[in-house]
C-alpha cells in the first residue's frame, strides 16, 4: 500500500519562500506520476502542480513562474519549491499519486495527510 508524508509547511511572508517535500513508501516514486493540489477554507481541491514519470510537468496558470516540482528517485522523495508566495496561495498542500500524469484530483489514488500553508500580507 503506497503512503505519502508531505513536510515543510508553515507560515511566511508574503514575497517569502517555502518548501514542500512528500516522501513516499510502500511502492517506486519512479513508477508514478505524482501531483500536488491544495485547499483553502470554503473552497474545492485544486490542481497546482504535476510531473511524470519522465518528468514532463504541469503547472496550473496561477503558480505558473513561482513554483517548481521535482522529484528525487533515489530519495523516494517529491518536491514543491514556492517562491513568491502570495496571500492567495494560503492552503492545506496536498501531495498526491498516480498511475497516468493527470490535473484532475479524481484520478490520483493515494494521498498524503496535507501541510498547512499560511502566506501573511
Known amino acids: 500500500q503506497v503512503q505519502l508524508v508531505e513536510s515543510g509547511g508553515g507560515l511566511v511572508q508574503a514575497g517569502g519562500s517555502l518548501s514542500l517535500s512528500c516522501a513516499i513508501s510502500?511502492?517506486?516514486?519512479?513508477?508514478?506520476?505524482m501531483g500536488w493540489f491544495r485547499q483553502a477554507p470554503g473552497k474545492e481541491r485544486e490542481f497546482v502542480a504535476a510531473l511524470s514519470w519522465n518528468d514532463t510537468t504541469y503547472y496550473a496558470d496561477s503558480v505558473k513562474g513561482r513554483f517548481t516540482i521535482s522529484r528525487d528517485n533515489t530519495k523516494n522523495t517529491m518536491y514543491l519549491q514556492m517562491n513568491s508566495l502570495k496571500p492567495e496561495d494560503t492552503a492545506v498542500y496536498y501531495c498526491?499519486?498516480?498511475?497516468?500524469?493527470?490535473?484532475?484530483?479524481?484520478?490520483?489514488?493515494?494521498w498524503g495527510q496535507g501541510t498547512q500553508v499560511t502566506v501573511s500580507s
Open positions: 498526491a499519486a498516480t498511475d497516468t500524469l493527470s490535473t484532475v484530483a479524481l484520478r490520483y489514488s493515494s
Open positions: 510502500g511502492r517506486t516514486l519512479s513508477n508514478y506520476a
